[in-house]
């Protein structure tokens, strides 16, 4: 008997706890939080409004500070817009300027030029993948690339611009070896 009773003295408030769980779970799963959930849901919802806006302001602020160019290649003129990096910057000073551009290697999607200088990279990615409508500082080799196709990543491809025309792949592409290729600022 007194067995029982002990059993019973700790059952009892086990049973009690328990139940007092499951009651309090199903009332918060049926959205009768407590108020101090509802403020931390709320503080966490007006916390990610914020963050959403700055990111749309630093996109805002990139987007205005691109340099447009015009590229003449064969006779046919093609549009693009350099970034904001330090590269962009640099070789947008050297504008207006003429480069040779060949065949980078079979099989791969992308026509260089030679720079024979360096550009600065500072603030850059140490490289990135060519994808498809970029231009492209090569800083190992001090090059300037157009790519007409996607290339993997390598440290030293620096991004500094884009192609804005729609026909620019077929034109890259086709446009033969050591073609003279004309770049200027677009006014």
């Given amino acids: 008997m007194k067995g029982d009773i002990t059993m019973k003295k700790h059952f009892i408030p086990a049973v009690i706890a328990t139940l007092a769980?499951?009651?309090?779970?199903?009332?918060c799963s049926?959205?009768?939080?407590?108020?101090?959930t509802q403020v931390s849901a709320k503080k966490v919802v007006k916390h990610t409004k914020k963050t959403k806006k700055v990111r749309k302001h630093k996109?805002?602020?990139s987007v205005k500070q691109t340099t447009k160019l015009k590229i003449t290649?064969?006779?046919?003129?093609?549009?693009?817009?350099?970034?904001?990096?330090?590269a962009a910057k640099a070789f947008a000073k050297e504008l207006p300027k003429t480069m040779s551009f060949r065949d980078f290697m079979s099989g791969f999607p992308e026509k260089?030029?030679?720079?024979?200088?360096?550009l600065p990279t500072k603030g850059m990615p140490r490289g990135h993948e060519g994808t498809k409508g970029v231009i492209g500082y090569w800083s190992p080799d001090q090059r300037i690339v157009f790519y007409y196709g996607t290339e993997s990543y390598y440290d030293g491809i620096h991004i500094i611009g884009k192609f804005t025309s729609k026909n620019y792949a077929n034109v890259i592409k086709n446009m033969g070896?050591?073609?003279?290729?004309?770049?200027?600022q677009a006014k």
Avoid: C, M
Wanted: net charge neutral; no cysteine; hydrophobic share 35%.
């Fill in 59 to 61: 996109k805002t602020k």
């Fill in 112 to 118: 260089i030029a030679d720079l024979h200088h360096s």
């Fill in 30 to 36: 049926n959205n009768n939080a407590t108020p101090t």
């Fill in 21 to 27: 769980a499951i009651g309090f779970t199903t009332a």
């Fill in 177 to 184: 070896n050591n073609i003279e290729v004309r770049i200027n």
């Fill in 73 to 86: 290649i064969n006779g046919q003129t093609l549009h693009a817009e350099l970034n904001n990096s330090s």
